[in-house]
């Protein structure tokens, strides 16, 4: 055989050959794709491979999570016919009862004379409320992202391996993550081991919208008025916008009502915790807030204008040196009492002699009924000992649920010890490890450090204590929750935080030298939650777009549809807009920030001068206070 | 040789360089002249020169940057205008300012520029792209077929290629490829699988074969795509692309001349370069201030010849290699 027929013999075998191929592998149809189509429901292509039209419907099944299986049909689509060769597709729409986070099965089938063949499989699940278009699909369960067998994680994870660096916290035994942020020798802020201003940077490298993580930059959104914190994307000029400059320009000392000696910068970490915070993981926030827990108490004597320090030391700083102040939450060999009248009857005696009353002792207790955080804890039996922090509120001890601090690393300072032996001291405070004299705990002793008590049989040998106070801001994302009693105690911790810089503003500390004396007003009791600072102010800052009147109305419920300012954003911004030199930061524009609680109150209900009519219903001069539903006060 | 013949021969030739030059700038081919006229092939970029900004205007919070014709357009971010260089640093001019409004910037991020000298800048905040010609003036907002400017929910990464505007939306963890004229040609990524999945994507650049790179921030890596779309693999930095990240916010990329890639990784503070086959060749920068060094670098711009830009966000200024 000649070269050419060779080669043509070959060329023409591989045409057949490929020919063949073609034939035998071709199908009907296939899948082209599967998406979430963006209104809350599936897309699906198709191609019509085969020679003649087809009819094709698409089935789906949900996951019964329990058995594990996909038997109930869910929907059917109507039938659709695709022509020969023709690419198609079939919407799944939401209306079909999609719910995120489920995971679907769809089957594809040609239906003939009434009769319907499956010709393909996918599965598929919805991954996010937020962003529709955020499906995860696969050609069997096994293949999906982040199911569990209860749904879905967040997209943050999605990709498993990213998890070699995570930010806050829960870093691996070989993570080399530190170096992101912290430089070994070559630091220009000392202990922290960070670059100049490095913490704001870094912080908001993340932080401004561009991870998708949260944006504390965001604009005003429908989101950002309900919001805690506001925002630090304030306008200043034309919405009189007020802000926490927590960029590391300026410092501690610069909080109103705070420590004038306090040198450290203000900046992100004053607040929040980038290793990871205590039970209130959204929000990051510190247990230490201006490292008061590891600061002494320093014990002091007379009033304001004649205060004694016992030990002889001027304060010059409050954290960091392990200087001593009056308001350090180090609270070393602290006074333990046996009931709570025992612990009152002291104060009220030292008070009596012009002394300021120990702000925290410890008491011994039996559990009682209808404590909710001993029920949280597992306490079932009501004679169960408890040894609980009390805290000095104007005229008694009350009960207190700040978090007892735990450092157990270097340098060891903010910790709190219980010892089973009379007034052990620190070998040396500033490295205050357990000593060998503390009590087993794992005996039959049991320590809530999240709400600062501990219980069990031992609770009876505890002689002595060092106790280091932290704060435990909980939240649950409702800022409602933090004053109205769904989380206890959250709006008490929340003012205390607050309070950690500006310390004057606190009742219960504005008696101690640390803070500076100014003449703002403070409601009469700011013990209880409904009078948490974040009910008034936001904590980030604030501008005419997010603030509310007094009816809790923002800019997006004054422009909307039957709005007083309807399709006129300038005008509701001119409205809100704090006419005041400072908004201070405030949730509502104006004085309106005391009209929203008290506008609801007698002295308003028959003022003729108010017209303030109800958007939904017409009604005239509705009360409530800021955050909840409002009522009509004339009924 | 007649002299007529030298005078027509001659003729010829300026004849033939005016019709050349007439159709370079009648046509704006004055970028793809210079890189048919560049010898340069890419490799390690060699730093040349630093733009800072001048005592008045310092920059702050550079995101990202272009080079438009001879001048280097920045986003100065915290400043919520745009600022504009030579190629040697000097300040040009700049323009926007902080509002919502035509013109007005909130997040100014991702820039770039089509052949006609205007220039695009992406608002992660008001949610818009906006177009000014190349002296600053606004024009109109980038709209899609539907004649919507805000179609997308926080546009991050933007860039021209081949006369087509690719831009990245964080929110929705899409990048999406649009005609000039707001018509959608290209959605990614599809999530037809594991791997094919978005979360935050910061930037995105094609090479010469026009396979797309995703900065994928979110899930700390980079997403190569086929033109069409299709997945085709991941590089994270890890030996073979299938270990453990090594990347911690990925950020702006841009591919050389000669096919190497560049990425920015934020948060290690260097610029990673890569061969065509995903391996690492080499790295430039670390955390630091002095020269060579980044804190927080985030955007990456490479022109038709090769030069590179890199914003340095808390160093204030643009890092300029060749």
Request: glycine share 10%.
């Given at each position: 055989?000649?070269?050419?027929?060779?080669?043509?013999?070959?060329?023409?075998?591989l045409?057949?050959?490929?020919?063949?191929?073609?034939?035998?592998?071709?199908?009907?149809t296939?899948?082209?794709?599967?998406?979430?189509?963006g209104?809350?429901?599936f897309?699906?292509?198709?191609?019509?491979?085969?020679?003649?039209?087809?009819?094709f419907?698409?089935?789906v099944?949900?996951?019964?999570?329990?058995?594990?299986?996909?038997?109930?049909?869910?929907?059917?689509?109507?039938e659709?016919?695709?022509?020969?060769?023709?690419?198609?597709?079939?919407?799944?729409?939401?209306?079909?009862?999609?719910?995120v986070?489920?995971?679907?099965?769809?089957?594809l089938?040609?239906?003939?004379?009434g009769?319907?063949?499956?010709?393909?499989?996918?599965?598929?699940?919805?991954?996010?409320?937020?962003?529709?278009k955020?499906?995860?699909?696969?050609?069997?369960?096994?293949?999906?992202?982040?199911?569990?067998?209860?749904?879905?994680?967040?997209?943050?994870?999605?990709?498993?391996?990213?998890?070699?660096?995570?930010?806050?916290?829960?870093?691996?035994?070989?993570?080399?993550?530190?170096?992101?942020?912290?430089?070994?020798?070559?630091?220009?802020?000392?202990?922290?081991?960070?670059?100049?201003?490095?913490?704001?940077?870094t912080?908001?490298?993340c932080?401004?919208?561009?991870?998708?993580?949260?944006?504390?930059?965001?604009?005003?959104?429908?989101?950002?008025?309900?919001?805690?914190?506001?925002?630090?994307?304030?306008?200043?000029?034309?919405?009189?916008?007020?802000?926490h400059?927590?960029?590391?320009?300026?410092?501690?000392?610069?909080?109103?009502?705070?420590?004038?000696?306090?040198?450290?910068?203000?900046?992100?970490a004053?607040?929040?915790?980038?290793?990871?915070?205590?039970?209130?993981?959204?929000?990051?926030?510190?247990?230490?807030?201006?490292?008061?827990?590891?600061?002494?108490?320093?014990?002091?004597t007379?009033?304001?204008?004649?205060?004694t320090?016992?030990?002889?030391?001027?304060?010059?700083?409050?954290?960091?040196?392990?200087?001593?102040?009056?308001?350090?939450?180090l609270?070393?060999?602290i006074?333990?009492?046996?009931?709570?009248?025992?612990?009152?009857?002291?104060?009220?005696?030292?008070?009596?002699?012009?002394?300021?009353?120990?702000?925290?002792?410890?008491?011994?207790?039996?559990?009682g009924?209808?404590?909710?955080?001993?029920?949280?804890?597992?306490?079932?039996?009501?004679?169960?000992?408890?040894?609980?922090?009390?805290?000095?509120?104007?005229?008694?001890?009350?009960?207190?649920?700040?978090?007892?601090?735990r450092?157990?690393?270097?340098?060891?300072?903010?910790?709190?010890?219980?010892?089973?032996?009379?007034?052990?001291?620190?070998?040396?405070?500033a490295?205050?490890?357990?000593e060998?004299?503390?009590?087993?705990?794992a005996?039959?002793?049991?320590?809530?450090?999240?709400?600062?008590f501990?219980?069990?049989?031992d609770?009876?040998?505890?002689?002595?204590?060092?106790?280091?106070?932290?704060?435990?801001?909980?939240?649950?994302?409702?800022?409602?929750h933090?004053w109205?009693?769904?989380?206890p105690?959250?709006?008490?911790?929340?003012?205390?935080?607050?309070a950690?810089?500006?310390?004057?503003?606190l009742?219960?500390?504005?008696?101690?030298?640390?803070?500076?004396?100014?003449?703002?007003?403070?409601?009469?009791?700011?013990?209880?939650?409904?009078?948490?600072?974040?009910?008034?102010?936001?904590?980030?800052?604030?501008?005419?777009?997010?603030m509310?009147?007094?009816?809790?109305?923002?800019?997006f419920?004054?422009?909307?549809?039957?709005?007083?300012?309807q399709?006129?954003?300038?005008?509701?911004?001119?409205?809100?807009?704090?006419?005041?030199?400072?908004?201070?930061?405030?949730?509502?524009?104006?004085?309106?920030?005391?009209?929203?609680?008290?506008?609801?109150?007698?002295?308003?209900?028959?003022?003729?001068?108010?017209?303030?009519a109800?958007?939904?219903?017409?009604?005239?001069?509705?009360?409530?206070?800021?955050?909840?539903a409002?009522?009509?006060v004339?009924? | 040789?007649?002299?007529?013949?030298?005078?027509?021969?001659?003729g010829t030739?300026?004849?033939?360089?005016?019709v050349?030059f007439?159709?370079?700038?009648?046509?704006?081919?004055?970028?793809?002249?210079?890189?048919?006229?560049?010898?340069?092939?890419?490799?390690?970029?060699?730093?040349?020169?630093?733009?800072?900004?001048?005592?008045?205007?310092?920059l702050?919070?550079?995101?990202?940057?272009?080079?438009?014709?001879?001048?280097?357009?920045?986003?100065?971010t915290?400043?919520?205008?745009?600022?504009?260089?030579?190629?040697?640093?000097?300040?040009?001019?700049?323009f926007?300012?902080?509002?919502?409004?035509?013109?007005?910037?909130?997040?100014p991020?991702?820039?770039?520029?089509?052949?006609?000298?205007?220039?695009?800048?992406?608002?992660?905040?008001?949610?818009?792209?906006?177009?000014f010609?190349?002296?600053?003036?606004?024009?109109?907002?980038?709209?899609?077929?539907?004649?919507?400017?805000?179609?997308?929910?926080?546009p991050?990464?933007?860039?021209?290629?081949?006369?087509?505007?690719?831009?990245?939306?964080?929110?929705?963890?899409?990048?999406?490829?649009?005609?000039?004229?707001?018509?959608?040609?290209?959605e990614?990524?599809?999530?037809?699988?594991?791997?094919?999945?978005?979360?935050?994507?910061?930037?995105?650049?094609?090479?010469?074969?026009?396979?797309?790179?995703?900065?994928?921030?979110?899930?700390?890596?980079?997403?190569?795509?086929?033109?069409?779309?299709?997945y085709?693999?991941?590089?994270?930095?890890?030996?073979?692309?299938?270990?453990?990240?090594?990347?911690?916010?990925?950020?702006?990329?841009?591919?050389?001349?000669?096919?190497?890639?560049?990425?920015?990784?934020?948060?290690?503070?260097?610029?990673?370069?890569?061969?065509?086959?995903?391996?690492?060749?080499f790295?430039?920068?670390?955390?630091?201030?002095?020269?060579?060094?980044?804190?927080?670098?985030?955007?990456?711009?490479?022109?038709?010849?090769?030069?590179?830009?890199?914003?340095?966000?808390?160093?204030?200024?643009?890092?300029?290699?060749?």
């Open positions: 055989m000649s070269k050419k027929k060779f080669g043509f013999s070959l060329f023409l075998a045409i057949i050959v490929g020919l063949l191929s073609t034939t035998a592998f071709a199908r009907g296939y899948w082209e794709s599967v998406k979430a189509n209104t809350g429901g897309t699906f292509g198709l191609k019509n491979t085969a020679s003649v039209d087809q009819t419907v698409v089935k099944f949900p996951k019964d999570t329990t058995a594990n299986t996909y038997t109930t049909e869910l929907y059917t689509s109507p659709k016919v695709v022509l020969a060769g023709v690419q198609d597709s079939i919407d799944i729409p939401a209306s079909a009862g999609i719910q986070g489920t995971i679907y099965k769809m089957v089938y040609t239906v003939k004379d009769v319907a063949s499956d010709v393909g499989v996918k599965f598929g699940v919805l991954t996010s409320t937020s962003n529709p955020m499906a995860s699909i696969a050609d069997d369960p096994d293949g999906l992202l982040d199911v569990d067998g209860s749904g879905l994680n967040n997209a943050n994870n999605t990709v498993g391996k990213a998890s070699t660096h995570p930010t806050h916290g829960a870093f691996q035994n070989n993570t080399n993550t530190c170096a992101s942020c912290h430089q070994t020798h070559t630091a220009a802020e000392g202990n922290a081991l960070l670059f100049k201003d490095g913490v704001y940077s912080c908001s490298a932080h401004d919208g561009t991870t998708g993580a949260y944006n504390s930059f965001a604009p005003a959104t429908t989101e950002t008025v309900e919001s805690i914190q506001g925002t630090f994307d304030v306008h200043g000029t034309n919405q009189n916008g007020s802000m400059n927590a960029d590391g320009a300026v410092q501690l000392s610069a909080a109103p009502g705070g420590n004038p000696n306090a040198t450290a910068d203000f900046d992100c004053s607040c929040h915790n980038a290793h990871g915070s205590g039970s209130a993981e959204e929000n990051n926030l510190a247990v230490d807030p201006a490292g008061w827990g590891e600061v002494p108490y320093l014990e002091s007379g009033t304001r204008s004649t205060v320090i016992y030990s002889g030391h001027a304060m010059k700083t409050f954290n960091y040196d392990n200087k001593t102040s009056p308001n350090g939450k609270f070393i060999n006074p333990i009492y046996n009931s709570v009248a025992e612990a009152t009857a002291a104060g009220t005696a030292s008070k009596a002699a012009g002394n300021k009353p120990y702000p925290y002792v410890l008491v011994k207790q039996t559990a009924t209808g404590n909710s955080f001993y029920s949280r804890a597992g306490i079932t039996d009501e004679n169960t000992l408890v040894i609980q922090t009390y805290r000095w509120s104007s005229s008694k001890y009350v009960a207190d649920y700040s978090l007892w601090l450092e157990l690393s270097y340098p060891f300072t903010a910790n709190t010890v219980l010892y089973s032996s009379d007034a052990p001291t620190y070998d040396n405070v490295a205050g490890k357990p060998a004299s503390s009590l087993n705990l005996s039959n002793l049991k320590v809530v450090y999240k709400d600062g501990a219980y069990g049989a609770v009876g040998n505890i002689k002595s204590a060092n106790i280091a106070l932290g704060i435990d801001v909980e939240t649950d994302g409702n800022i409602e933090l109205d009693g769904t989380v105690d959250s709006g008490i911790e929340m003012t205390k935080y607050c950690a810089c500006h310390i004057d503003y009742s219960e500390s504005r008696n101690d030298v640390s803070g500076t004396y100014t003449t703002a007003h403070r409601h009469a009791n700011v013990s209880r939650d409904e009078l948490t600072c974040v009910r008034c102010h936001y904590a980030h800052g604030t501008e005419a777009s997010i509310h009147d007094a009816n809790d109305n923002s800019i419920d004054l422009t909307a549809s039957g709005g007083a300012f399709g006129n954003n300038q005008g509701a911004i001119d409205y809100l807009k704090d006419p005041n030199p400072s908004s201070a930061l405030k949730r509502y524009t104006g004085m309106s920030v005391c009209y929203a609680c008290h506008g609801g109150g007698e002295s308003f209900v028959g003022s003729p001068r108010n017209t303030e109800d958007t939904s219903t017409g009604e005239h001069l509705k009360g409530g206070m800021p955050g909840e409002r009522w009509d004339t009924n | 040789m007649k002299k007529k013949t030298v005078y027509i021969w001659m030739i300026a004849a033939l360089t005016i050349l007439t159709v370079i700038y009648f046509f704006h081919l004055q970028n793809d002249a210079v890189k048919v006229a560049s010898n340069i092939k890419g490799g390690k970029p060699n730093l040349s020169n630093y733009i800072q900004g001048d005592m008045d205007n310092p702050n919070k550079p995101m990202d940057a272009t080079k438009i014709g001879q001048w280097v357009y920045v986003t100065d915290n400043h919520q205008q745009v600022q504009v260089f030579d190629i040697s640093g000097a300040f040009i001019f700049k926007g300012k902080k509002g919502t409004g035509e013109g007005e910037f909130l997040f991020y991702g820039i770039t520029g089509d052949k006609k000298g205007n220039i695009y800048v992406a608002d992660l905040y008001n949610n818009r792209i906006s177009i010609d190349s002296k600053g003036k606004f024009v109109k907002y980038f709209t899609n077929d539907e004649n919507k400017a805000d179609f997308l929910q926080s991050a990464g933007l860039r021209i290629f081949n006369n087509h505007l690719w831009v990245t939306d964080i929110k929705l963890g899409k990048v999406f490829e649009y005609s000039l004229t707001g018509k959608k040609l290209l990614v990524s599809t999530a037809a699988n594991k791997d094919d999945l978005l979360n935050a994507p910061n930037a995105v650049a094609l090479d010469d074969e026009k396979n797309i790179y995703v900065s994928d921030s979110g899930n700390q890596r980079i997403v190569v795509f086929k033109k069409n779309g299709e085709v693999r991941v590089i994270n930095g890890s030996k073979n692309n299938k270990g453990d990240t090594k990347f911690v916010n990925p950020r702006g990329v841009g591919v050389e001349p000669d096919g190497t890639l560049l990425m920015v990784d934020n948060m290690t503070h260097y610029v990673y370069g890569f061969n065509q086959k995903g391996e690492q060749v790295q430039i920068g670390g955390i630091g201030s002095d020269k060579g060094q980044f804190y927080l670098p985030n955007g990456l711009f490479v022109d038709n010849n090769g030069e590179v830009f890199v914003t340095d966000t808390v160093n204030q200024r643009i890092a300029v290699y060749n």
